[in-house]
């Protein structure tokens, strides 16, 4: 029997990374490269916040304790949070936010495609919903790639440099937690393991045709899962749970 | 016959998008259910993009107008599943977003321009004002409109 806390935690995962990828991508309002530009991240990070309150409803609604989805959002510190690490890194340039939309989007998609069939419903239909909005954006920061990676030598640079910063953040993608474990063997998600393969080639052929290149190096940064985090997040916290914190219960 | 339901349908075909308000909520197919039950009206909306602001703004709207027209007990709700798409929008949803300048979401292909109807028209922006929009260029009449994404 799959006790609630796993798929509760799970969910709040999902949440967590929808919103903090979210809330970086929303730093690029006013900021952006052209109006174009600043338009395409700003809907990608309204997508990604709306996203996020789904899976906080539905976290709330299995833990049944009646916190709200804003609780959820607002009133958790650092540890109790559940999302990769690459969601919670410095905005960077443009060239680094690119990119990063587009490995975690990439797994992202991938991941909820195998979501579908799940034996919890409700993950299946969220996930539907979500992934119809991910692909597109998955084909912007594909686009995105090609240009800079086979536009002028400053902006290959800035790609390549972008993909060795971040490239060690996409192996915690594919490390289960001990709680994700169980639910994997409840067939009530898909193992992030099994999925490596089909990402990587997809990933790789992308990159290739950018000419960007691949690091060799094996280190990685997990924890993100767990609540543990870099300092970054106390940062994005600070920022987005300053009012709820300070005027606790202030509604809009 | 006309059901009560049927009475419902024809009230929210006056409740327009807010953001795109030439469209009926009814038109734009974010409709899934009414329900009738013990009195009650239940409308079931399907939102249509995550991040659209007007995602909790529509249920009230709705609400709105039932009670302006003597229904007490409303209950709006909004569905995650089915999830909307695009070829839910009717086809005089279709003739009236054209109409406003908006080129309809098309299945492969380009968008057909909506000021003079030629095919000949480039993308300025993957995204547009709203999430359901992209920007692009006609180059027959060179007018810039904006185009309903597939979705
Ligand atoms: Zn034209």
Partial sequence: ?252 | MVTREDRVRQILLRVMDPEIPVISVVDLGIIHKIKSVDGAIEVQVMPTYSGCPATDYIPQLIAKALRKEGYVEVKVINVNFPVWGTDRITSEGRRLLKEYGIAPPKVGGTPDCPQCGANDVEQISQFGSTPCKSLFRCRECLEPFEYFKCH
């Fill in chain 1, 1 to 252: 029997m799959i006790a609630n806390q796993q798929v509760f935690q799970f969910v709040l995962h999902l949440a967590d990374d929808s919103l903090i990828l979210g809330h970086r991508l929303s730093e690029w309002c006013g900021h952006g490269p052209t109006i174009e530009q600043d338009i395409a991240l700003t809907n990608l990070a309204l997508d990604l916040v709306g996203q996020s309150r789904l899976y906080y409803q539905y976290a709330a609604e299995i833990e049944g304790k009646g916190r709200t989805e804003d609780d959820l959002a607002y009133l958790r510190d650092v540890i109790e949070f559940r999302n990769h690490l690459i969601t919670e890194l410095p905005r960077g340039d443009f060239a680094f936010t690119v990119l990063r939309q587009y490995l975690w989007c990439s797994f992202r998609t991938e991941f909820y495609q195998h979501l579908l069939t799940s034996s919890e419903i409700k993950l299946g239909e969220l996930a539907a919903k979500c992934l119809k909005e991910l692909q597109y954006h998955q084909r912007f920061s594909i686009t995105w790639i090609n240009r800079l990676g086979l536009g002028t030598k400053v902006s290959h640079e800035k790609m390549q440099t972008a993909l060795d910063e971040l490239w060690p953040y996409t192996f915690e993608f594919f490390q289960p937690t001990a709680a994700e474990e169980k639910l994997i063997n409840a067939s009530l998600i898909p193992d992030c393991r099994d999925i490596r393969k089909t990402w990587d080639q997809s990933c790789q052929s992308v990159l290739r045709e950018a000419s960007l290149v691949v690091p060799q190096e094996h280190w990685d940064f997990q924890g993100g899962k767990e609540g543990m985090h870099t300092e970054h997040l106390g940062y994005i916290l600070a920022e987005m749970q300053f009012l709820q914190r300070t005027y606790p219960g202030l509604v809009w």
